[in-house]
């Protein structure tokens, strides 16, 4: 999976092309170097990585972002690791840049039949968990309020977008552009968000098309065409009532499509618009989303740190971590040693069970995967 670099040649950027040649570990460094026979030139294993030019031990700067993965805030990391919390952050940024990248490479075109979208307020539960003051968390809230926006597919659990920001229109239609973004041309998914109304508008802005209205009299001017959505757009709210933290109501609005369309969709994975449904895969997200949220009240001073954690948890968690609901079947079933049955089914990442990919990444391999420069005729 390596590709030549230097600018100059040919085969530069183009994966299985055949023009490299391992060429061992120069002075016997734990990199392997290549030799691409096309332009002659050489590169190490970690060219364009965030390994090159560290003398820092890889398995500890691995340590420290597989830290702050799961939810380790900068400072408490640093302490752990008896690193210097600067050194962390700097290496959590050039992660980021590279994790982006690798985000971006393989989350495309993504095929889904549902997506729920959610807002989580970050600080305020830091305050509930009593991690932070509330002095401190208005502090962060008068600087800039944290909202954490997530759209996961419940079936694969796949988590297409996070981000950061204000609960308004304008970061609503951010949002909705980003998912859209990694959707595979033509695919719709039937969309499911709690009860914020700007939803509707980024929704019918990014899944909208122009209708003319059929002429009403022979004679006059034609009707002016109209901005519609989608015929297979389904959208629904689905609004709970909490009481004391405890859910006491759940109802649900159809804004797009008809309620035997959206209860089609769901129909197909055994599920309804009901309390249970929507308690299942809130409790999905805001597991994995409470890690986040006790990161944001950490990081509240610059939400540079916070857009690179997250950056740094959606590659880790759709590629990185098994996800207990989702699984797939074996191709033959594995003994186990004991008397107990046959192994039918492993465990994956979402984004095997969406597949993106076809097996678990440690995050060692994330962070050392080249992404080449542009999109490969066959990728793995
Ligand atoms: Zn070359």
């Given at each position: 999976m390596h590709f030549c670099p230097?600018?100059?040649?040919?085969?530069?950027?183009?994966?299985?092309?055949?023009n490299l040649r391992a060429n061992g570990h120069p002075n016997g460094g734990p990199w392997r170097q290549f030799y691409c026979t096309s332009c002659h030139g050489f590169f190490p294993e970690?060219?364009?990585?965030?390994?090159?030019?560290?003398?820092?031990a890889v398995e500890l700067i691995v340590r420290v972002l597989a830290c702050l993965a799961e939810g380790l805030g900068i400072r408490a990391t640093a302490r752990v690791f008896e690193v210097a919390p600067n050194t962390v952050l700097h290496w959590l940024v050039e992660a980021a840049e590279q994790l982006t990248a690798f985000t971006s490479y393989f989350l495309c075109e993504v095929h889904v039949q549902q997506l729920q979208l959610d807002e989580l307020y970050a600080v305020l539960s830091a305050v509930k968990d009593g991690e932070i003051s509330e002095e401190e968390a208005i502090l962060c809230l008068s600087r800039s309020p944290h909202w954490v926006w997530t759209a996961i597919d419940p079936q694969s659990k796949l988590l297409l977008a996070i981000a950061v920001g204000p609960r308004t229109r304008a970061m609503a239609q951010r949002f909705v552009h980003q998912v859209v973004q990694v959707l595979a041309p033509g695919c719709v998914p039937l969309f499911l968000t709690d009860g914020f109304k700007e939803y509707m508008t980024a929704l019918l802005t990014h899944l909208g098309h122009w209708v003319h209205p059929a002429r009403r009299?022979?004679?006059g001017p034609m009707p002016k065409p109209r901005w519609m959505p989608l015929p297979e757009l389904l959208y629904a709210q689905v609004i709970k009532t909490t009481r004391r933290r405890h859910l006491v109501r759940v109802s649900h609005r159809v804004?797009?499509?008809t309620l035997e369309a959206v209860q089609q969709v769901l129909a197909a994975c055994g599920w309804q618009i009901n309390t249970a449904f929507v308690e299942r895969l809130n409790l999905t997200i805001r597991q994995h989303v409470a890690a986040i949220g006790r990161r944001v009240s950490t990081l509240c001073k610059g939400e540079d740190g916070l857009r690179q954690q997250l950056a740094l948890y959606h590659s880790y968690y759709n590629f990185c971590v098994l996800h207990g609901s989702v699984r797939q079947p074996l191709p033959q079933p594995v003994p186990t040693n004991?008397?107990?049955?046959?192994?039918?089914w492993r465990p994956c990442t979402p984004a095997m069970a969406a597949g993106l990919t076809d097996h678990v990444w440690s995050l060692k391999e994330v962070l050392l995967y080249r992404v080449p420069p542009w999109p490969q005729p066959q990728t793995v």
């Amino acid at each position: 999976m390596h590709f030549c670099p230097h600018t100059a040649c040919d085969y530069r950027g183009w994966l299985g092309m055949n023009n490299l040649r391992a060429n061992g570990h120069p002075n016997g460094g734990p990199w392997r170097q290549f030799y691409c026979t096309s332009c002659h030139g050489f590169f190490p294993e970690h060219h364009g990585t965030i390994f090159r030019g560290k003398q820092v031990a890889v398995e500890l700067i691995v340590r420290v972002l597989a830290c702050l993965a799961e939810g380790l805030g900068i400072r408490a990391t640093a302490r752990v690791f008896e690193v210097a919390p600067n050194t962390v952050l700097h290496w959590l940024v050039e992660a980021a840049e590279q994790l982006t990248a690798f985000t971006s490479y393989f989350l495309c075109e993504v095929h889904v039949q549902q997506l729920q979208l959610d807002e989580l307020y970050a600080v305020l539960s830091a305050v509930k968990d009593g991690e932070i003051s509330e002095e401190e968390a208005i502090l962060c809230l008068s600087r800039s309020p944290h909202w954490v926006w997530t759209a996961i597919d419940p079936q694969s659990k796949l988590l297409l977008a996070i981000a950061v920001g204000p609960r308004t229109r304008a970061m609503a239609q951010r949002f909705v552009h980003q998912v859209v973004q990694v959707l595979a041309p033509g695919c719709v998914p039937l969309f499911l968000t709690d009860g914020f109304k700007e939803y509707m508008t980024a929704l019918l802005t990014h899944l909208g098309h122009w209708v003319h209205p059929a002429r009403r009299q022979a004679k006059g001017p034609m009707p002016k065409p109209r901005w519609m959505p989608l015929p297979e757009l389904l959208y629904a709210q689905v609004i709970k009532t909490t009481r004391r933290r405890h859910l006491v109501r759940v109802s649900h609005r159809v804004v797009f499509g008809t309620l035997e369309a959206v209860q089609q969709v769901l129909a197909a994975c055994g599920w309804q618009i009901n309390t249970a449904f929507v308690e299942r895969l809130n409790l999905t997200i805001r597991q994995h989303v409470a890690a986040i949220g006790r990161r944001v009240s950490t990081l509240c001073k610059g939400e540079d740190g916070l857009r690179q954690q997250l950056a740094l948890y959606h590659s880790y968690y759709n590629f990185c971590v098994l996800h207990g609901s989702v699984r797939q079947p074996l191709p033959q079933p594995v003994p186990t040693n004991g008397t107990g049955s046959a192994k039918q089914w492993r465990p994956c990442t979402p984004a095997m069970a969406a597949g993106l990919t076809d097996h678990v990444w440690s995050l060692k391999e994330v962070l050392l995967y080249r992404v080449p420069p542009w999109p490969q005729p066959q990728t793995v």
